[in-house]
């Protein structure tokens, strides 16, 4: 068993590809203890990506492993089926456009051993020039979480400050907890992440924040975020929040933390799915505000009387109240969009 198995999916990226996967062979575990997992995620390079892949493959073949899959899943299918290849006792995921620290993987899985942890995470930083040299920065706010109690749990769900946040990367994953609770991303969709590091939020027992940068966002404006949305991409972050939810009340976990997930909906499955598409200069339709109201108010009927409304007080979230209670017309949807621009 190797110490962790790296995914990283890929789709169209072979012009820089190799920046990822060199930094990856770099790292200062040593390549002995990684297994280096990339998927072509159907990319329609003319096999530019696929080249690159197998190219790497060929001469690191104890340590690459390469996947190609027919059809593009979006990066949630593409790390489904890569981790699914994997056989490490850790395991990260890495988007091909970025990169990580050369101590990356040796410190973080130190302190998962040192502290027999679920999951350790770590913070990233920005750059706008892959050339740019970028060294660890140290900070002085390490934190090992324990959840071992429902209050814990409740308190730790709802954390996204002091370095906690719902996205996939810049975590070590205990392999295990993932297998053994059948954890995955939403597929085809894009704003996948909290598909999987919710129900990890749920299973995990020991957190540690590892104060250390150790991961590079490269800004491109091609990325999901940044760059043009295809048709329907609207709803993808409310349909991938109405998944969440059923796969939790299969759980048994919306009962036991009904509250809790409601308002993470309120905030992150209707908030985002309003707030996203007006920060990228889209026009919310009549149409799309009716379907995230309904679905909002179908799933949680009570959403209104959520109390941790009350104790957050906050402005945003009071807003979307208020939209819930509206008669959506053509008229008032550009009243709407006009409205929410002035709060994101």
């Known amino acids: ?28 575990i040593g390549q002995e203890k990684i297994e280096i997992i990339l998927v072509d995620d159907g990319s329609t390079d003319h096999g530019a990506t696929w080249n690159v892949i ?16 027919n059809q593009n899943m979006r990066q949630g299918g593409a790390r489904n089926i890569g981790a699914s290849y994997a056989d490490g006792e850790y395991l990260m995921f890495c988007d ?16 998962a051993k040192q502290y027999d942890t679920d999951v350790v995470e770590f913070p990233g930083r920005r750059t706008w020039n892959r050339q740019q040299p970028v060294t660890v920065e140290k900070g002085n706010r390490d934190q090992f979480i324990e959840i071992d109690t429902e209050d814990k749990r409740k308190q730790f769900l709802l954390c996204s400050t002091g370095g906690l946040t719902y996205a996939s990367q810049r975590k070590l994953y205990r392999r295990s907890l993932i297998t053994e609770n059948h954890i ?23 957190h540690y924040f590892l104060d250390e940068t150790l991961y590079v966002y490269y800004i491109s404006p091609e990325s999901t975020l940044r760059g043009t949305w ?17 796969d939790l009340a299969e759980r048994g976990f919306l009962s036991q933390y009904y509250q809790e997930l409601e308002y993470m909906f309120l905030e992150w499955g209707l908030g985002l799915s309003i707030s996203m598409p007006l920060r990228k200069g889209y026009f919310l339709t009549k149409e799309e505000l009716f379907f995230f109201t309904e679905k909002t108010l179908e799933r949680f009927p009570g959403i209104q009387d959520n109390k941790y409304v009350r104790e957050k007080n906050n402005a945003y979230i009071v807003l979307l109240l208020k ?22």
């Open 96 to 111: 091909a456009d970025d990169w990580m620290l050369e101590e990356a993987l040796e410190r973080c899985y130190h302190i």
């Open 54 to 69: 197998t190219g790497y493959e060929e001469r690191f073949p104890d340590v690459i492993i390469a996947v190609s899959l």
């Open 230 to 246: 295809q048709q329907g991409r609207k709803r993808d972050n409310m349909e991938v929040w109405l998944q969440i939810m059923d």
């Open 1 to 28: 068993m190797k110490a962790v198995s790296v995914v990283v999916p890929c789709y169209n990226v072979g012009r820089y590809l190799g920046k990822c996967i060199d930094q990856l062979l770099g790292q200062t």
């Open 184 to 206: 995955a991303f939403a597929e085809h969709l894009i704003l996948e992440e909290p598909s999987f590091t919710l129900p990890v939020r749920l299973y995990e027992k020991k």
């Open 323 to 344: 939209l819930l209670d509206l008669d959506i017309t053509e008229q008032s949807a550009y009243v709407i969009n006009e409205i929410f621009k002035k709060y994101i």
